[in-house]
Protein backbone atom coordinates (compact mmCIF):
# COMPACT_ATOMS: atom_id res chain seq x y z
CA UNK A 1 0.00 0.00 0.00
CA UNK A 2 1.14 3.56 -0.82
CA UNK A 3 1.82 6.44 0.91
CA UNK A 4 -0.99 8.39 -1.02
CA UNK A 5 -3.64 5.45 -0.62
CA UNK A 6 -3.03 5.37 3.18
CA UNK A 7 -3.31 9.17 3.06
CA UNK A 8 -6.55 8.68 0.60
CA UNK A 9 -8.19 5.97 2.94
CA UNK A 10 -7.24 8.50 6.09
CA UNK A 11 -9.30 11.35 4.83
CA UNK A 12 -12.01 8.94 3.75
CA UNK A 13 -12.04 7.66 7.03
CA UNK A 14 -12.27 11.29 8.81
CA UNK A 15 -14.76 12.58 6.05
CA UNK A 16 -16.72 9.76 7.46
CA UNK A 17 -16.41 10.56 11.09
CA UNK A 18 -17.21 13.87 10.81
CA UNK A 19 -20.24 12.58 9.09
CA UNK A 20 -20.50 10.00 11.48
CA UNK A 21 -20.33 13.12 14.27
CA UNK A 22 -22.66 14.97 12.58
CA UNK A 23 -25.71 12.49 12.63
CA UNK A 24 -24.91 11.84 16.31
CA UNK A 25 -25.31 15.46 17.17
CA UNK A 26 -28.90 14.94 14.99
CA UNK A 27 -30.02 11.92 16.90
CA UNK A 28 -28.90 13.98 20.34
CA UNK A 29 -31.29 16.58 19.53
CA UNK A 30 -33.99 14.05 18.05
CA UNK A 31 -33.79 12.25 21.64
CA UNK A 32 -33.97 15.85 23.50
CA UNK A 33 -37.25 16.74 21.90
CA UNK A 34 -38.12 13.22 22.69
CA UNK A 35 -37.64 13.17 26.22
CA UNK A 36 -39.42 16.74 26.12
CA UNK A 37 -42.77 15.04 24.88
CA UNK A 38 -42.39 12.29 27.47
CA UNK A 39 -42.14 14.47 30.11
CA UNK A 40 -45.03 16.83 28.71
CA UNK A 41 -47.08 13.66 28.33
CA UNK A 42 -46.28 12.31 32.13
CA UNK A 43 -47.43 15.71 33.28
CA UNK A 44 -50.69 15.46 31.24
CA UNK A 45 -51.01 12.17 32.62
CA UNK A 46 -50.84 12.79 36.13
CA UNK A 47 -53.15 15.90 35.76
CA UNK A 48 -56.05 13.42 33.85
CA UNK A 49 -55.25 11.01 36.07
CA UNK A 50 -55.92 13.70 39.25
CA UNK A 51 -59.26 14.98 37.56
CA UNK A 52 -60.63 11.09 37.25
CA UNK A 53 -59.59 10.70 41.16
CA UNK A 54 -61.68 13.84 41.97
CA UNK A 55 -64.54 12.70 40.06
CA UNK A 56 -65.03 9.54 42.59
CA UNK A 57 -65.88 12.03 45.62
CA UNK A 58 -68.88 13.80 45.08
CA UNK A 59 -69.62 10.68 42.56
CA UNK A 60 -69.78 12.07 39.12
CA UNK A 61 -70.57 9.81 36.34
CA UNK A 62 -70.14 11.48 33.16
CA UNK A 63 -66.89 13.22 34.60
CA UNK A 64 -65.03 9.73 35.62
CA UNK A 65 -66.23 8.76 31.83
CA UNK A 66 -64.86 11.88 30.25
CA UNK A 67 -62.06 11.68 32.84
CA UNK A 68 -61.43 7.87 32.15
CA UNK A 69 -61.46 8.51 27.97
CA UNK A 70 -58.44 11.27 28.97
CA UNK A 71 -56.31 9.22 31.18
CA UNK A 72 -56.60 6.38 28.11
CA UNK A 73 -55.50 8.74 25.39
CA UNK A 74 -52.45 9.87 27.01
CA UNK A 75 -51.51 6.19 28.36
CA UNK A 76 -51.71 5.45 24.77
CA UNK A 77 -49.58 9.15 23.65
CA UNK A 78 -46.84 7.08 26.12
CA UNK A 79 -47.42 3.96 24.22
CA UNK A 80 -46.28 5.98 20.92
CA UNK A 81 -43.59 7.47 22.29
CA UNK A 82 -42.16 4.49 23.41
CA UNK A 83 -42.20 2.99 20.08
CA UNK A 84 -40.59 5.85 18.88
CA UNK A 85 -37.95 5.26 21.35
CA UNK A 86 -37.52 2.07 20.50
CA UNK A 87 -37.17 2.61 17.06
CA UNK A 88 -34.56 5.01 17.74
CA UNK A 89 -32.41 2.31 18.67
CA UNK A 90 -32.06 1.03 15.77
CA UNK A 91 -29.79 3.64 14.23
CA UNK A 92 -27.63 2.66 16.91
CA UNK A 93 -27.19 -1.24 15.42
CA UNK A 94 -26.78 0.37 12.05
CA UNK A 95 -23.95 2.98 13.09
CA UNK A 96 -21.76 0.09 15.00
CA UNK A 97 -22.30 -2.35 11.30
CA UNK A 98 -20.91 0.75 9.83
CA UNK A 99 -17.83 0.78 12.05
CA UNK A 100 -17.47 -2.50 12.07
CA UNK A 101 -17.10 -2.31 8.27
CA UNK A 102 -14.46 0.27 8.88
CA UNK A 103 -12.27 -1.44 10.76
CA UNK A 104 -12.49 -4.87 8.70
CA UNK A 105 -11.51 -2.48 5.85
CA UNK A 106 -8.58 -0.56 7.30
CA UNK A 107 -7.37 -3.23 9.59
CA UNK A 108 -7.25 -0.68 12.15
CA UNK A 109 -5.82 2.43 10.22
CA UNK A 110 -6.80 5.85 12.00
CA UNK A 111 -7.88 4.25 14.74
CA UNK A 112 -7.00 6.50 17.65
CA UNK A 113 -4.94 5.70 21.07
CA UNK A 114 -5.41 1.55 19.49
CA UNK A 115 -8.84 1.73 20.50
CA UNK A 116 -11.90 2.15 18.91
CA UNK A 117 -12.76 5.78 16.91
CA UNK A 118 -16.33 5.74 18.74
CA UNK A 119 -16.27 4.13 22.44
CA UNK A 120 -19.53 2.55 24.56
CA UNK A 121 -21.39 -1.00 24.51
CA UNK A 122 -24.43 -0.92 23.26
CA UNK A 123 -25.86 -2.76 26.07
CA UNK A 124 -29.65 -2.42 27.69
CA UNK A 125 -28.73 0.94 29.25
CA UNK A 126 -28.23 2.38 25.73
CA UNK A 127 -31.98 1.57 24.56
CA UNK A 128 -31.45 -1.93 23.87
CA UNK A 129 -34.10 -4.19 23.83
CA UNK A 130 -35.97 -5.56 26.50
CA UNK A 131 -36.77 -2.20 28.44
CA UNK A 132 -39.71 -0.50 28.57
CA UNK A 133 -41.99 1.96 30.80
CA UNK A 134 -43.08 0.79 34.38
CA UNK A 135 -42.67 -3.11 34.15
CA UNK A 136 -44.11 -3.51 30.67
CA UNK A 137 -42.05 -7.29 30.19
CA UNK A 138 -44.21 -8.13 33.49
CA UNK A 139 -47.32 -6.94 31.71
CA UNK A 140 -47.05 -9.47 29.17
CA UNK A 141 -47.41 -12.61 30.90
CA UNK A 142 -49.80 -11.65 33.22
Known amino acids: ?17 ERMVGLKAL ?29 HSPWDAERMRAADVAVVAELRKLAVLRE ?6 DWRRQEEGEEERRRRRWGGVGERG ?9 GAEEGGEGQGFGGEESEREA
Open 1 to 17: MTTSTMKKGMDEEYEEE
Open 84 to 89: RFRRSG
Open 114 to 122: GGAVRGGGG
Open 27 to 55: KVKQMEALMEEVFEAVSSMKRAYVRLQEA
